[in-house]
């Protein structure tokens, strides 16, 4: 009889291991409840909540979302009730989901604000990593954190001293070279790089004449971005050592295992979750099944593991 | 478990006149739980492009079959409308909070107005179901684009009819034939108005209330994204800060909304 083998799917962030690699991306999972009537949360790799700024916000203008081909573009603006409320009201019931629960957090007006943030979830033991959003484009600044590679190594090097959770820090791909920016958090002492973020976007009413967002522009995500995250992935797997979530337009397997072969340690279903609430889930079977079809007994088979010409 | 992801059969899918189609599919899971206002959100087919489900208003549950009234807008509802019988919809229902309603003890007939522009007879007749004849106000902007009058004919409630060309019923816009109704008689000063439309005429609907004192409960439409209140993208400002269409909503008290 043929043993069955049982291909190890779990994966390391600094001194954290996740079981599985299969992550729910910030803004596309509210903080988890809404989805425990489609979903055994407990399969999820981690969960990244919606991001958190330091005073509640109510978030931006409607309309805030607008599909477009193979995508959509929102512009929420972080509607969140702030750290204090988040910590007593919502971090209780996700500390108990047991699975890893990461913060996502963004600050509003002074990257100081980073250090706050970062303090008071340091002593809150449902926090298992702490996601850095310096990437959001719907606060509607000239220029984000993380379209700087000095301002990225400023700010993570500052909260690094911080704390010893697991920090994660989430990129922008509206930047010119998007390795070096990550290079940047890597040397500051991240533990690991998210990207992609949405790209900036918009979209005109042509009978209106107006923006067809509230906030005349926003971010763009699902299938529609998916090329161009790979290729940014792929560019960075390249050029750090500490581990890349990936994602952009995860919307079944075989995507998320293009980011996996394009150096992903783990990735983040993020849009995805709005059309089929269930599809992080069946992306952790498909990749199980692709691990078995293929004899792969671990991860390490498949990151980075792109043949390439020079191979 | 009241909302689940589910393949439901299709039973048929006819265009009912003009834009306006009218679906059928079974399912004995959603037509044990939904409630009138409720909705079913829909994968119209497997591709990435439309993208998004598109939200649809539960407009009648017979048994194990649910009815669905849609208009053809865009390409999400031109690429239901292709949908064959027999084929699976992938679809999330129930969702959102549907109509608050008491069950009448003693049947009144009136004391409860509804007031629908367009497509928003679609929940309301299901609504009509529960309730006991209902006064029915019905607008649109020619006498084509009147649905549902004899479904609500056949539950026994009064009709008035509007359209804007005046090619049936009352000329001009049916909030002025509630206002009308509202100032020429007392019967209905206790009532409770329901109403589902366009957002102008909720919103005239909203003041007209607030003019006479009486309760009207909304049914709102949204751009949603995800439609069970995860993204925040389909809000809507109320007195209490923004509430989500998909979950809190779709339908409002018309006094919590800013207008």
Redesign the interface.
């Given at each position: 009889m043929v043993k069955k083998m049982k291909p190890d799917l779990s994966v390391r962030i600094g001194k954290l291991v996740f079981k599985n690699p299969v992550m729910v991306a910030s803004?596309?999972?509210?903080y988890a409840e809404?989805?425990k009537?489609?979903i055994d949360l407990k399969k999820l790799g981690a969960i990244v909540t919606?991001t958190i700024t330091l005073k509640p916000r109510?978030?931006n203008v409607?309309?805030?979302?607008?599909?477009?081909?193979?995508?959509?573009l929102?512009s929420?603006g972080l509607?969140n009730p702030g750290i204090d409320k988040f910590i007593k009201e919502k971090l209780l019931p996700l500390g108990k989901l047991h699975v890893p629960i990461i913060v996502s957090i963004a600050a509003e007006d002074s990257p100081q604000e980073f250090d706050i943030l970062v303090t008071k979830l340091d002593k809150a033991d449902a926090v298992y990593a702490i996601e850095l959003n310096i990437s959001c484009p719907n606060l509607l600044k000239d220029k984000l954190i993380s379209q700087d590679a000095q301002d990225t190594f400023a700010l993570v090097s500052r909260v690094r001293k911080l704390t010893q959770k697991c920090l994660i820090t989430k990129l922008s791909p509206n930047v010119t070279s998007i390795s070096d920016i990550a290079l940047a958090a890597q040397n500051a002492g991240s533990d690991a790089v998210a990207l992609i973020n949405t790209l900036g976007g918009m979209c005109i009413d042509v009978n209106k004449r107006t923006p067809k967002l509230g906030p005349w522009a926003g971010g763009l995500s699902?299938?529609a971005i998916r090329p161009v995250a790979i290729k940014m992935v792929w560019e960075t797997y390249r050029k750090i050592r500490i581990p890349i979530i990936g994602m952009g337009g995860i919307?079944d397997t075989e995507s998320a295992l293009e980011f996996f072969l394009a150096g992903s340690r783990l990735i983040s279903v993020g849009?995805a979750?709005?059309?089929?609430?269930?599809a992080s889930v069946e992306i952790l079977a498909g990749l199980m099944q692709y691990m078995i079809d293929n004899k792969i007994s671990s991860l390490s088979g498949i990151t980075g593991r792109l043949k390439t010409c020079k191979d | 478990m009241e909302t689940t992801r589910l393949q439901a059969r299709i039973i048929s899918n006819k265009r009912l006149t003009g834009n306006y189609w009218n679906l059928e599919f079974s399912s004995s899971q959603i037509a044990r739980y939904a409630r009138p206002g409720q909705f079913v959100n829909i994968r119209v087919n497997q591709g990435t492009d439309p993208l998004l489900r598109r939200p649809i208003s539960i407009h009648a549950v017979k048994g194990s079959k649910i009815k669905l009234i849609y208009e053809v807008v865009g390409k999400g509802t031109l690429a239901l409308s292709e949908r064959k019988p027999q084929e699976t919809l992938d679809l999330i229902g129930p969702l959102g909070k549907g109509f608050n309603y008491q069950l009448p003890v003693k049947p009144q007939p009136g004391q409860n107005i509804f007031i629908a522009g367009g497509m928003g007879v679609a929940p309301l007749v299901y609504l009509a179901e529960k309730l006991n004849k209902p006064l029915v106000l019905i607008g649109a902007r020619t006498k084509k684009q009147i649905l549902c009058a004899d479904e609500f004919r056949s539950l026994g409630c009064t009709l008035q009819l509007a359209t804007d060309d005046g090619s049936l019923g009352f000329t001009g816009k049916v909030t002025d034939l509630l206002e009308n109704i509202l100032t020429s008689t007392i019967d209905y000063r206790l009532s409770t108005i329901y109403a589902c439309g366009p957002h102008p005429m909720l919103r005239a609907v909203s003041l007209i209330a607030l003019k006479h004192n009486i309760n009207a409960q909304v049914s709102l439409e949204g751009h949603m994204a995800c439609g069970t209140g995860a993204c925040l993208g389909c809000v809507v400002e109320t007195i209490s800060g923004y509430k989500r269409v998909c979950k809190d909503g779709p339908v409002f008290s018309s006094r919590e909304l800013i207008w």
């Open positions: 803004g596309t999972f509210g809404e989805f009537d489609f919606k109510p978030g409607p309309p805030r979302t607008c599909e477009t081909p193979s995508g959509m929102n929420i509607e699902g299938p919307i849009t979750n709005f059309i089929n609430p269930q | -």
